[in-house]
Each structure stands twice: as structure tokens, then as C-alpha cells.
């Protein structure tokens, strides 16, 4: 039985807290929304269901949680992990604070911890109060954030006006006091009535004693971070079945290719390197705009040609010049749908026409577009290739399982098209 069901609030987070779970040494699948079919969960330690209700309104991202809860519950998991963003993103109406008391009541819980901190990405809790990149929440950029605009630091300030639970603080002198300490400032918050408590944690080893002394608890909300701590606990108890080996993935097969849609700096500079390496199709967008299926058929026919020997490179990834006029020529929607759908049934063409069963994506949507048209509902996660981004293999597709690297646009080093492939094998 797993030891943790995670519901996490966006698909690039989902990722990045399964990843983490694999670094702490569980066998980690994650599902793309609650799965429709059974999946062969066999030996998993952690699932991961991966929504995409951070901007839902507060109902409607409760009504998807609780859904993921219940399916949860039915593969048999003992603690559940509310997973959200490192800074925290959210509005006065939620969806952190509703999310969480929905899960209580639905637990029959009435504690929880909130903590979003990150130390490795410099995201830590300090006295209630969320440093980014070594400045205050507010001052970090994410003050203008265009959905979640975070202009308080002070966390349970933050968090007050979305619950109806009263909100506390663990703070880092109880941490370092140790495990032992926690938990009595836990019972001592519980006997005070206050159901939501945020966590300070500075460094990873504030992580390890929040992780131990929340190891009994139904709920824990957090960042990807508090993964590493619950882990240790784990591992320190020999409840952990996979060790080493819990990114182990099958031996992949097939030709390999790489998607990209991403227009983000840290791609652009990838798509760099990868030209440099394999043979290359710019997927042009005003072409495609005049073209439309025939460019597509053209692109797979480049890499019927192409991809004998290694990986070929299909991309629409543009500088922000070029996508700005090609935006204002067709608006921005339309085009980016358009590639989006042109991009996905490339995959599908490689996939289902050309034996293609390694594929890296680029790009948050359009890897949406692509496991999508692809029917992926549930990936085993493999060994990261950069922070937050790890090989995958579906599970459920019929035929063996195509493995599958889904990159958000800034993530990864420079080299990260080129460098993957030698880490799958
Ligand atoms: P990221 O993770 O970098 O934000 P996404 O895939 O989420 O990448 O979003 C990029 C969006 O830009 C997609 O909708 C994609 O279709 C669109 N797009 C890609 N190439 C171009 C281009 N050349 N011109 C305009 N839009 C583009």
C-alpha cells in the first residue's frame, strides 16, 4: 500500500514534489488528473495526482480535490499531502485555505501544517514570514504575479482570510529544539484550537524534524520540500522498499525526438545546443497559420528521413520579437492553440507511425497538448535529469511504456536536450 496520496495544484508542481519523493527514495507514479482506467500502481510508496486548480474558482478546485482525495483513499494510502507552490501562490479567497479544510473535514482531521519552504530553490520560513530568493515574499517579483499577486510576507496572515480554522505558527526555535519539541508544540496548538499551522524551516534539517513529527498526521500541506523530511522519516523507520533504486526505470526502446513549444529565456538557450547537435525542423508559426495540416505532415516526413540515428528536434519556440508579431498578426490564443494541436499530433505521428518511444517535450501547456492527445494518464517516475524535471514511462498505454521527459519552460540547464538521453539508459 502506498505510504502517501499527494494532490498536487498544478502539473509542473506535481512533477516536481514526484521527483523529490524519488530523490527521498520512493517509488513515486503520478497520475494527469484523477485516472479513468485502472493503472498497475504495483510496489509504489507515493501516487501523485497532478490538477490544475491553483486559478479554479475556491468550489470548483475543492470539488477536484476531493475527487483526487477519494481516489487516494481507494488505492489504499495512510497520509495524504496537499501540494502547492513554494511561494506560496494564492488569492484572499483561497484556494490553499479552502482546499485544506475541505481535506480535514473530509479526513476527520482537525491539524494540519502548512509549509512552503524550499530551502534548495532558496524558498525558507523564517517566523511565519516566506523568503524567495532571499528577500521577502513581497518583494520577490511574485507582488506582481498577473494571477496570484503576493503583497504579505507574513504567511499566517496570508492563509487567515482563507480558512475557518484558526492559524498558528511552528516557529524555527521549536525545530531545532527537535522532533520531541515539535510534536509537543503541535499537541500544545491542537489543545488551543488552532487547525492550521505554518511551519517555519530554514535548511533541509528543519524539513527532517517537521517530517518526523508530522509523520502521524492525516494532512500535511506544503511546498515539494516537506517530501525530503517525510521521506527521511521513512527511510529512518525501514518503510521505504525502494531505495536506490526508486527512479529505476525499463529499458527504453525506440527512436527519440524532441518537442518544443516553449518560448521561455532557458529553452531558447537548450534549442541553442540541441541544433547544434541533431538534425533540426522549425515549425514556422506564420506558416503553419497559412499551412496548417500540410506543414505538419511535412514536419513528420523530415523526421521519417532524420530520425534513423539519435534524436531530431521539432520546434515552434521563437524569440519574443518574432512571437509578438505573429501574435498581432493572429492573436495570441489562436496561434498558440494552433502549434499546440500542431505539436501534439507530431507526437502522435512519432509515436503511433515512426517507433518513436523516447520523447522530450518543452513547454507547460504543450506537454498538456501532448499527453493529451497521447491518452497518458499515469507516469512512474524516473532519475531527474535537471531539478524538477525527471524521465517518466507511462503506465496504462498499451504496448510497452513510451518514456516521456516533460519540461516547463524555464526549467533546465542549457545542455538539458542534449545531456537527457544519456540518462535514461
Ligand atoms: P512554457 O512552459 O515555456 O510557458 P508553454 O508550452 O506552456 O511553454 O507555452 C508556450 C505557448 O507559446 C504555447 O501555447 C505555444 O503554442 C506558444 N508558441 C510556441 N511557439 C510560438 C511562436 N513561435 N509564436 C507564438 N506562440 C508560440
Not at 509542473?12 to 498497475?40: C, K, N, Y
Not at 477536484?64 to 499531502?81: D, I
Not at 524516473?382 to 519552460?409: E, F, H, M, N, Y
Amino acid at each position: 500500500m502506498p505510504l502517501i496520496g499527494c494532490i498536487a495544484d498544478d502539473f509542473t508542481g506535481a512533477t516536481d514534489l514526484a521527483s523529490m519523493l524519488v530523490r527521498g527514495g520512493a517509488r513515486t507514479v503520478q497520475t494527469i488528473g484523477v485516472p479513468e482506467h485502472l493503472l498497475d500502481l504495483e510496489g509504489a510508496d507515493a501516487l501523485v495526482v497532478a490538477l490544475k486548480s491553483r486559478n479554479l474558482a475556491p468550489a470548483e478546485a475543492v470539488a477536484q480535490s476531493l475527487r483526487a482525495l477519494e481516489w487516494l483513499r481507494a488505492q489504499g494510502c495512510r497520509q495524504f499531502y496537499f501540494k502547492y507552490c513554494s511561494t506560496f501562490d494564492s488569492t484572499a479567497e483561497g484556494n490553499i485555505g479552502p482546499v485544506a479544510d475541505a481535506l480535514l473535514d473530509a479526513l476527520g482531521s482537525d491539524f494540519t501544517v502548512a509549509c512552503p519552504a524550499l530551502p534548495d530553490n532558496r524558498r525558507s520560513v523564517f517566523n511565519g514570514y516566506l523568503f524567495a530568493n532571499d528577500v521577502l515574499l513581497n518583494e520577490s517579483g511574485m507582488q506582481d504575479h498577473p494571477l496570484t499577486p503576493m503583497r504579505d510576507a507574513n504567511l499566517l496572515r496570508v492563509l487567515q482570510p482563507q480558512t475557518r480554522r484558526r492559524v498558528g505558527l511552528i516557529d524555527y526555535r521549536t525545530l531545532r529544539a527537535g522532533v520531541e519539541a515539535t510534536r509537543a508544540r503541535i499537541a500544545a496548538l491542537r489543545a488551543d484550537g488552532i487547525g492550521i499551522a505554518i511551519s517555519d524551516a530554514i535548511d533541509n534539517s528543519d524539513l527532517d524534524v517537521l517530517g518526523a513529527a508530522c509523520a502521524d498526521l492525516p494532512l500535511v500541506t506544503a511546498g515539494s520540500g516537506l517530501a525530503l523530511g517525510l521521506a527521511a522519516h521513512w527511510r529512518a523507520s525501514g518503510e521505504l522498499g525502494g531505495g536506490q533504486d526508486a527512479g529505476r526505470l525499463e529499458q527504453p526502446w525506440g527512436r527519440q525526438a524532441i518537442l518544443s513549444g516553449s518560448c521561455s529565456r532557458a529553452t531558447l538557450g537548450q534549442i541553442e545546443q540541441a541544433r547544434a547537435a541533431f538534425p533540426a525542423f522549425r515549425l514556422e508559426a506564420a506558416e503553419l497559420m497559412a499551412r496548417g495540416d500540410a506543414l505538419v505532415a511535412e514536419a513528420l516526413a523530415w523526421s521519417a528521413e532524420h530520425g534513423q540515428r539519435g534524436p531530431v528536434l521539432i520546434y515552434a519556440s521563437s524569440a519574443p520579437d518574432e512571437v509578438r508579431r505573429v501574435q498581432e498578426a493572429f492573436g495570441g490564443q489562436v496561434v498558440g492553440e494552433r502549434i499546440e494541436a500542431a505539436l501534439a499530433a507530431i507526437a502522435k505521428g512519432l509515436v503511433e507511425g515512426q517507433g518513436v518511444g523516447q520523447l522530450l517535450v518543452a513547454g507547460g501547456e504543450t506537454s498538456g497538448a501532448v499527453v493529451g492527445v497521447l491518452g497518458v494518464e499515469g507516469l512512474r517516475i524516473g532519475p531527474s535529469i535537471d531539478p524538477g524535471v525527471p524521465w517518466t514511462q507511462t503506465l496504462g498505454q498499451a504496448g510497452r511504456p513510451l518514456s516521456l521527459a516533460l519540461k516547463s519552460g524555464n526549467f533546465g540547464s542549457a545542455d538539458f536536450m542534449v545531456k537527457a538521453w544519456g540518462m535514461l539508459a
